[in-house]
């Protein structure tokens, strides 16, 4: 067997198997060999071998047994380990999560419920084949804080993929599977795409459930797709996304039909570009890159306009104030008491445990992150940061608002960077949270937005240059215009290929 | 020279909500399951759980907010108080903090005949934590079967002024809550518990003195002996020259005393925050129109209905609305006999059938139906039976189903009021007893009761006490 149908997208995939040409196990089978022969990217840390095979039987057998088969049959997908499973560990890239089991190894934290967009996977046949590495707590942009050791980018392995859903852009962009879910708190979904050379959605706010999600910053926090083509990554959001009465911050917003609307292109649709998304710090290959893009958008006959967002500057610092300190009080319940790192000296008392189970269990980008936090909450400081981070997320909001009333959809970069090298910026936290600077503005607003790759470059890396890196462009619509977001990705996904 | 010092008292009640199922997920809010029964992801506090807000506790909070005289703030928000203990699963409590959905309440008590008017702050929903067991070899054991029960929080200005005035506080709140259908009342169980801030002043001062928190007191009369013992030992200090520290005491039974729990350099910092896990509670007009209907009367309205309209005592209105079961009783049997003296209802009530009465929360149970004591009570209000049948025939459908109008029938009770029959005992009885009957003449009208009590005697309790003594005082006047 060749592994080519590892290479066919969501669609083209799940429509072969629902007409019983190809067999779901065999999928399944080449899937997991070929997660297997690429273990030295690390891009999994479990991998869900029985109950994926067992899983495509069933699903061979009811196709068989002439019964309809789901949207996502025998489609592989790779769960970000944020993602609760029933069936698989969840651990969430930290070893916070993970206790001694009776065999003397450690092992994740066995979920006993399943996340409402894992379900809903399941529910349309999907394959779950496997739980991939992130950023531990889904804290960081590059997947090298993971307990199980840093993710490797495909394009190049002395890289980093981007993160914190590293592994989940890994898993697509080297095919070992179609599909992945990913979460996106500030970029983490968008980002990755952009260094692994894949489609990246993270949705609005509201959009999909975040019941089952390990949460990091709940006013945040998105699950989304991520697929090597913008009408896979439809065909997966419109799966996952829609009201769950277990989430009280799902919207009960009617789902769209996102995979028709990748059909009508960008014609009719106006271009906004966002002077504050082109300043210092942006890579001048990744500058041509999306003015190649936008320059192939008026060619194509949309109008393009040049827009001001001018509170973009203190995206970081609103990002880091909220987002920390959120992350404070959602990562208290990682106490040893009920499940996880329990570390305990014999004869200490409560506190001590308490201290003990949490220096053992977080790394040092969690620890400083919840340090952050607990300041920004404290007793004096609120007002000052807490509370006036709030009001800036107001404007940022009111930024997109106002463009939005004059524009359809922004175009900028996802990433101010091409993947950078391992190492390179892990004790330098302020040059690891810039890589999220185009990312952050839209997770604060809650708006929707998508990488979709757009080019490829090579940096100067010393004396050599480096291998061919992926170049993504951000596109962004208003909240709850999926459609939108998705129809003009697929335009632009389709001008990009025509060259 | 020792001053006089006037207490400023303020109290915190915590009651639970009696809804089925918890504040945030639908698991049972049943007391009483084996330890960790009542769980799920949710309520432990797993990785990925999201809470949903209960709207039948939202509902209660606003009808039992709306009994303390609340205003119902129409938007409100969720707030995290954080803090870590084994007993609190997500290592924060859902509780409302700067925006809580009503405030600017008020109470009246009344202590030695002196009514009062109490202020309320406001009152908020939170969940409770679950229960540390303390076991053996320094082992705890953590039972979540409570974690995430809703309750309300009740903080009450600091307008009280002695202990006695806080345990009548107390039980108002409880009173009332109880009433209009939203707690059990039940203190053992720990459904009904409060906090009593507690600072003394100079007399006349009008600002305060520095207030400690007493924690977790679980009944009326501890209430009381807890705030007393603290008045008294803040006095020493305060008489001695020194100051009162800030902080939160617990009130130990056994000793009588309280003690020092954590001083305010170690008090927690909450830091507490919007949770961004739960929109907005928005509570509609419509909602409190509802609630307002399914509070129905207050124990006060009954009282005053009770006393004014059917003339009943300040103290048998009291006593008969202490449980909204006794009014719905009370009410039944009237609704059966209109025609009776409300009076004779509640006084045979406060004097037969509460003894009878088995409160356990919400429910009460009585040894006898609304249809019973409404028959037996016409049997009575007929002179058919005497009052002391009356006690005898209620003693005897005690917990069955029998009619008294059965029961009178069956034994042959009904009362001897064949004047014949009573005359010519009366007749034997005063000739037989010439001194007594000279002591009646002379004024000695106390004197009648000897020749009742033979007359009852004779006929075994079945002659009407009332027709007899018309009878004698006839008899022995012409005679």
Known sequence: MTQSLLSLSVTELAERVRGGAVPAVEIADQSLRAIRERSDLNAFCHVAEESALAAARRLDEQRRGGRPLGKLAGVPIALKDALCTHDQPTSCGSRMLLRSGDDGREHGWRSPYDATVVERLRAEGALLVGKANMDEFAMGSSSETCVYGPTRNPWDPERIPGGSSGGSAVAVAARLTSAALGSDTGGSIRQPAAHCGVVGVKPTYGRVSRYGLVAFASSLDQVGPMARDVRGAARVLEVIAGHDPKDSTSADVPVGDYEAACERGVSGLRFGVPAEYFGDGLDPSIRAAIEGVIAKIEAAGCTVTPVSLPHTDYGVATYYILATAEASSNLARFDGVRFGKRVEAPGADLQAMYGASRNAGFGREVKRRILLGTYVLSAGYYDAYYAKAQRVRTLIRQDFDRVFQDVDVLITPTSPTVAFRIGERLDDPLAMYMADVYTLPASLAGIPGISVPCGLTTVQDGRDSSPELPIGVQLLCPMFEEERLFAAAAGVEELVRAT | ?479
């Open chain 2, 1 to 479: 020279m020792a001053r006089t010092y006037e207490p400023v008292i303020g109290l915190e009640i915590h009651a639970q909500l009696l809804t089925a199922s918890k504040l945030f997920c639908g698991c049972s809010t049943d007391f009483g399951k084996p330890p960790n029964s009542n769980v799920c992801p949710v309520c432990l506090g797993l990785p990925g759980a999201l809470p949903v807000l209960n709207e039948r506790a939202v509902r209660l909070a606003v009808r039992a907010a709306l009994a303390l005289n609340c205003s119902i703030v129409e938007t409100s928000i969720f707030a995290r108080k954080n803090y870590f203990y084994p007993d609190l699963p997500k290592g924060y409590q859902i509780s409302q903090y700067e925006l809580p959905f009503s405030e600017k309440g008020w109470l009246d008590i009344e202590v030695e005949g002196r009514k009062k008017r109490a202020g309320i702050t406001r009152v908020h929903m939170e969940e409770d934590a679950g229960k540390n067991v303390h076991g053996r070899g320094g082992d705890s054991l953590v039972d979540l079967n409570r974690a995430g029960t809703p309750l309300v929080e009740i903080v009450g200005e600091p307008d009280l002024r002695s202990s006695a005035e806080a345990a009548a506080y107390m039980r108002a709140v409880r009173d009332i809550l109880v009433f209009v259908g939203v707690n059990d009342g039940n203190l053992e169980e720990g459904s009904f518990r409060c906090d009593a801030n507690v600072s003394l002043r100079p007399l006349g001062e009008t600002t305060f003195g520095t207030r400690v928190e007493l924690k977790n007191i679980n009944s009326f009369r501890f209430v009381q002996r807890a705030i007393d013992a603290e008045i008294a030992r803040q006095t020493v200090i305060l008489d001695g020259g020194g100051q009162v520290l800030q902080e939160t005491r617990s009130f130990d039974p056994e000793s009588g005393k309280t003690a020092s729990l954590r001083s305010k350099e170690e008090a927690h910092d909450y830091r507490y925050f919007p949770d961004p896990d739960l929109p907005p509670v928005v509570i509609g007009e419509a909602l409190v129109e509802e609630e307002r209907a399914a509070m129905g009367e207050l124990p006060s309205q009954v009282r005053r209905r009770w006393v004014d309209e059917l003339g009943l005592t300040e103290a048998a209105a009291q006593t008969l609305s202490q449980h909204p079961g006794y009014v719905r009783f009370f009410e039944g049997v009237r609704a059966q006999v209109p025609g009776l003296e409300p009076k004779k209802i509640a006084n045979f009530m406060q004097t037969e059938v509460l003894r009878g009465a088995v409160v356990q929360g919400q429910r009460v149970s009585f040894s006898v139906s609304e249809g019973q004591l409404a028959e037996l009570l016409t049997l009575l209000d007929a002179g058919t039976i005497s009052g002391k049948q009356a006690k005898e025939v209620f003693a005897l459908v005690e917990g069955t189903d029998q009619s008294p109008k059965a029961v009178v029938a069956e034994r042959g009770m009904e009362v001897v009021s064949d004047a014949g029959e009573l005359e010519s005992l009366l007749r034997d009885l005063i000739a037989r007893n010439p001194k007594q009957v000279e002591s009646i003449r002379a004024g000695k009208k106390q004197v009648m009761g000897f020749f009742v009590g033979q007359v009852m005697k004779a006929t075994q309790g079945s002659a009407d006490p009332k027709v007899v003594s018309e009878l004698l005082e006839k008899l022995v006047t012409e005679s």
